[in-house]
Structures are given as structure tokens and as C-alpha cells.
């Protein structure tokens, strides 16, 4: 471990929710025709890390997994001040599952070498299972802390101390380094890109790509081979039956009593369903 704050930010890049469609041969998400953008909780990550590098120096590195054409996304991270960024590009990572997912991460983390700690945001808006930071740090074998909501960093120990989000409170953990810690969404305020760093947005270097080769894990463990989770099925979602719609008429006079009438009626109604509700 160096004295200087190496941080891992685990970005991942998804396509916009209401342009995404679903391949019902593969059953995986069909990203074809949608836009891509940071995944909004690892953005708050992002700017956790920054904040760190502002506090106590050390550096930033973006990680992600995905085709080649989220590198223009990528180096939205590193115009916001991110040092360099690693791409996880094969097609033997494609249709991974939470597992699969997790542990290729955690190889390429193992392949830095030289990380303190790994911030994530708390899920994604495309699965939303929250299972992934977990995974990376049991694959790891580091502390952990989920739904952070404040991170300190103690540079004489060495630890982290995080607020994290609990049912009804909140919950303090202190924790050695390495780690791994997802933040809430909103839990900061992401800054704007630095002006001077505008011409990695278009520029080529700054973002490294590595295949599975470069892991050295098998390939049976990767992507689709190595999720022992499918989609069994698909069906459409029926949204419910639209409010119920009255129109009364007649004088003034009578328009208000069928008004009052019905509106009795659904009183009534809700009364005697609460006085038949257990307890």
C-alpha cells in the first residue's frame, strides 16, 4: 500500500431508461438505438473521490466494463478531474450477470495492484440489484460499507469512517483500508468538468482497454458462462385501469347533491374498510 490515496471509482456506463428495449431472443437489454449516460449514483462516487484528491492528494482511476463506444462517456470522468481511466472490453464480458460482473471488476482491481479504496454508487438505474459493490469486495476479501452517505478519511490510520444510510437512522462504521464503499445517490453535489480538461472529451489517450486476456480468469467465469442467473421469461406490464370518471349535470342544485351522495357513498365505503381491518 502506498502513502499517497490511490481510489478506484467503479463507473458504469447505461443507456438512457425510456430509450432502452429488451431482445427477447438473447432476454438481455437492447441498448441499440439509446443514448448512454453515467450511471446518476456513480457520479456522487465520482465526486467522493475528487473531493478525497482535493483533501489529501493521491490519485483517481475510472473503471467500467463495456463496448467501445462508452470511452466518450468515460472521459466525461476525466474532465472532471479523474486521472486515467480502464476500460474492460470483450465480448466474453457480454450478458454478464451481479457475479460475473463483480468478480471482473475485482480482477482488474487485483491487476492495479496498488488500490486503497473503490467507490461505487449504490446500484444502477438498469438493474438496480445494489449486489455489485458487495460482490467486488467479497471477491477482494476487504471491508465494506453499503448506502454511504458521508465518507472521512483518517490519514494517520489509514481508515475510513462512513455514514451510512440504515431504516429509520443512519449508522457510523469505521473501517481499515483497503475498501470498498457504495454511495446513495445524491448524497453530493457532482461537480462541473474543468474547463482546462475539455480536450480529453475528443482526445485519445488517458483511457486504457483491457480483454479477458488481460485478466488472466477463465473465460467459463466471465460474462454469460459464468452467470448462473436468466431471464426465464418476459412479459408486459399491465398499468392499471385509469381514476374513475363521473360527469353529472343538471341545475346547480342537483349537480351538488349527486356530489354529496357520492362522495357519502365513498366514505362510507372507506369507514367500514377500516373497521373491518385487522388490529
Given at each position: 500500500?502506498?502513502s499517497?490515496l490511490?481510489?478506484?471509482?467503479?463507473?458504469?456506463?447505461?443507456p438512457?431508461?425510456?430509450?432502452v428495449?429488451?431482445?427477447?431472443?438473447?432476454?438481455t437489454?437492447?441498448r441499440?438505438n439509446?443514448?448512454?449516460?453515467?450511471?446518476?449514483p456513480?457520479?456522487?462516487?465520482?465526486?467522493?473521490a475528487?473531493?478525497l484528491?482535493d483533501?489529501?492528494?493521491?490519485?483517481?482511476?475510472?473503471?467500467?466494463?463495456?463496448?467501445?463506444f462508452?470511452?466518450?462517456?468515460l472521459?466525461?470522468?476525466?474532465a472532471?478531474?479523474?486521472d486515467?481511466?480502464y476500460?474492460?472490453?470483450d465480448?466474453?464480458f457480454?450478458g454478464a450477470?451481479?457475479l460475473?460482473t463483480s468478480?471482473?471488476?475485482?480482477?482488474?482491481?487485483?491487476?492495479?495492484?496498488?488500490?486503497?479504496l473503490?467507490?461505487?454508487?449504490e446500484e444502477?438505474s438498469?438493474?438496480?440489484?445494489?449486489?455489485?459493490?458487495?460482490?467486488?469486495?467479497a471477491?477482494?476479501?476487504v471491508?465494506?460499507?453499503?448506502?454511504?452517505?458521508?465518507i472521512?478519511?483518517d490519514?494517520?490510520r489509514?481508515?475510513?469512517v462512513?455514514t451510512?444510510?440504515?431504516r429509520?437512522g443512519?449508522?457510523?462504521?469505521?473501517?481499515p483500508l483497503?475498501a470498498?464503499v457504495?454511495?446513495?445517490?445524491?448524497?453530493n453535489?457532482?461537480r462541473?468538468?474543468?474547463?482546462?480538461?475539455?480536450?480529453l472529451?475528443?482526445?485519445?489517450?488517458?483511457v486504457?482497454t483491457?480483454?479477458a486476456?488481460?485478466?488472466?480468469e477463465?473465460?467459463?467465469?466471465l460474462g454469460?458462462a459464468?452467470s448462473?442467473?436468466s431471464?426465464?421469461?418476459?412479459?408486459?406490464?399491465?398499468?392499471?385501469?385509469?381514476?374513475r370518471?363521473e360527469?353529472?349535470?343538471g341545475?346547480?342544485e342537483?349537480e351538488?347533491?349527486?356530489?354529496?351522495?357520492?362522495?357519502?357513498e365513498?366514505?362510507r365505503?372507506?369507514d367500514?374498510h377500516?373497521q373491518e381491518?385487522?388490529g
Amino acid at each position: 500500500m502506498t502513502s499517497e490515496l490511490h481510489t478506484v471509482v467503479c463507473l458504469k456506463v447505461v443507456p438512457k431508461s425510456e430509450e432502452v428495449g429488451v431482445d427477447r431472443e438473447t432476454m438481455t437489454l437492447d441498448r441499440g438505438n439509446a443514448r448512454s449516460e453515467i450511471n446518476p449514483p456513480d457520479m456522487n462516487a465520482l465526486e467522493a473521490a475528487l473531493a478525497l484528491k482535493d483533501r489529501f492528494g493521491g490519485r483517481v482511476s475510472l473503471l467500467s466494463m463495456g463496448p467501445p463506444f462508452v470511452i466518450p462517456t468515460l472521459r466525461v470522468g476525466l474532465a472532471m478531474g479523474a486521472d486515467h481511466a480502464y476500460l474492460l472490453s470483450d465480448r466474453a464480458f457480454g450478458g454478464a450477470d451481479t457475479l460475473a460482473t463483480s468478480l471482473t471488476l475485482a480482477r482488474a482491481i487485483e491487476k492495479l495492484g496498488d488500490v486503497d479504496l473503490v467507490l461505487c454508487g449504490e446500484e444502477s438505474s438498469d438493474g438496480a440489484t445494489a449486489q455489485v459493490p458487495p460482490g467486488i469486495a467479497a471477491w477482494l476479501d476487504v471491508p465494506q460499507a453499503t448506502y454511504g452517505m458521508e465518507i472521512e478519511f483518517d490519514p494517520g490510520r489509514r481508515h475510513l469512517v462512513v455514514t451510512r444510510e440504515v431504516r429509520d437512522g443512519e449508522e457510523v462504521l469505521d473501517i481499515p483500508l483497503p475498501a470498498v464503499v457504495s454511495l446513495k445517490v445524491s448524497c453530493n453535489e457532482p461537480r462541473f468538468i474543468h474547463p482546462a480538461r475539455f480536450e480529453l472529451l475528443d482526445g485519445a489517450g488517458a483511457v486504457t482497454t483491457w480483454t479477458a486476456d488481460d485478466l488472466g480468469e477463465d473465460r467459463e467465469r466471465l460474462g454469460l458462462a459464468g452467470s448462473p442467473t436468466s431471464v426465464a421469461g418476459l412479459r408486459e406490464a399491465v398499468s392499471a385501469s385509469g381514476r374513475r370518471r363521473e360527469v353529472v349535470s343538471g341545475t346547480p342544485e342537483e349537480e351538488a347533491r349527486i356530489l354529496y351522495d357520492r362522495i357519502s357513498e365513498f366514505l362510507r365505503g372507506a369507514d367500514a374498510h377500516r373497521q373491518e381491518a385487522p388490529g
